[in-house]
């Protein structure tokens, strides 16, 4: 389905080399790329209908902090102007070659990648698995667009520079930080519609706090793993479990050609006797299919053996995905399948770490 060739990577880095720009050149202080891809921290209200559009460049959204060339000597790439709501893993696997590409830089010590707040999880999340770097890439955003009587979006971007600069903050690979909170990208979830305190890690907690200048670590996070960008992302959808579901959409991927498939199941991983047999099919159809869970917190789990069980939807060959959200379960299986296809134990394995 999704052909990431090698023409929208020579792209993305020609937009790379279009795009940059200099905001401060103080060789006492270290260089931060900010790339922008939109999203409410790059928006403003629109007089006409009220709502919220693109309209701010890289430069504006730097330009909104003057202290930040004190921090750090800045770089923009304008990567693009969209809501998070239209990125897709093309766009993201695009993303990663500008980021990288940033990165290669020896004067760079961090990069800062401005995104929608509502797919910012997987967004950040689809970076840590594929960026080959290891220096530190923070994700940012804003719940208020510039408009607003108090827009967060400037003093998030401020504290992403910080965090980028930090050596507190070093080995923590793709973060989202927002509100002065710093999650892991494999943890984080966007938990409100509209209130600044929207992001957290659950269960597993904050990996760090910025307050006044500096970064206060909570917790280590060891850089997670790494796949390196396929040639083409297969097509993998996701179908979720619910009282009366009768497997039908689950038969329809199927035919309709998907290559892999997430079923979202209750509690600790769980599926009725319908959504049983419609796995049970796509699996003798040769689809890998993964298992998570609508519960907030937790892991699936193999417990109940009866129909539909996650004991039973394991002895059948369903992977469980431990206790990462549906979303990215489906990019992680994305970005496995053209390496590990045929090999259930090997893709078992990924799940697990
Ligand atoms: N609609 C926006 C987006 O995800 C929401 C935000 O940025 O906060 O692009």
């Known amino acids: 389905m999704k052909r990431i060739n090698s023409v929208l990577a020579f792209f993305g880095v020609l937009l790379f080399c279009a795009s940059l720009a200099l905001a401060a050149n103080k060789p006492n202080l270290p260089t931060v790329v900010i790339i922008t891809t939109g999203g409410t921290i790059a928006e403003k209200t629109d007089p006409n209908t009220g709502g919220s559009v693109p309209a701010l460049s890289g430069k504006d959204l730097i330009e909104a902090i003057p202290s930040l060339s004190k921090t750090a000597n800045i770089k923009v790439i304008n990567f693009s102007n969209i809501d998070s709501s239209q990125m897709t893993p093309q766009i993201w696997a695009n993303l990663s070659v500008v980021v990288d590409k940033a990165l290669d830089d020896p004067k760079v010590k961090g990069a800062v990648v401005t995104h929608g707040t509502d797919t910012m999880a997987e967004g950040a999340y689809f970076r840590d698995l594929t960026l080959k770097s290891r220096k530190p890439v923070v994700f940012v955003g804003a719940m208020r667009n510039a408009s607003d009587v108090s827009p967060d979006g400037p003093a998030n971007i401020l504290n992403a520079v910080i965090q980028a600069c930090s050596d507190e903050a070093k080995d923590w690979g793709v973060t989202v930080t927002m509100n002065q909170y710093?999650?892991?990208?494999?943890?984080?979830?966007?938990?409100?519609?509209?209130n600044v305190q929207t992001f957290n890690s659950g269960e597993k907690g904050y990996l760090g706090y910025i307050a006044m200048g500096k970064v206060t670590k909570f917790n280590n996070r060891p850089q997670g793993q790494k796949i390196p960008l396929p040639d083409k992302l297969p097509d993998v959808v996701t179908v979720s479990a619910y009282a009366g579901a009768d497997g039908r959409l689950i038969r329809c991927a199927v035919t309709s050609g998907t290559e892999g498939l997430v079923v979202e199941a209750?509690?600790?991983?769980?599926?009725?006797?319908?959504?049983?047999?419609?796995?049970?099919?796509?699996?003798?159809?040769?689809?890998?299919?993964?298992?998570?869970?609508?519960?907030?917190h937790g892991s699936v789990m193999p417990v109940y053996a009866d129909q539909g069980g996650g004991a039973l939807l394991m002895k059948e060959g369903a992977i469980l995905g431990g206790d990462l959200t549906t979303a990215k379960a489906r990019l992680l299986l994305m970005l496995s399948l053209p390496y590990v296809k045929d090999d259930h134990k090997k893709l078992v394995g990924i799940f697990k770490r």
């Open 266 to 296: 209750v509690g600790a991983g769980n599926v009725n006797k319908d959504m049983f047999e419609a796995i049970q099919y796509a699996i003798g159809k040769g689809i890998p299919v993964v298992i998570t869970t609508s519960v907030y």
């Open 182 to 194: 710093i999650n892991s990208a494999r943890d984080v979830r966007k938990t409100q519609t509209s």
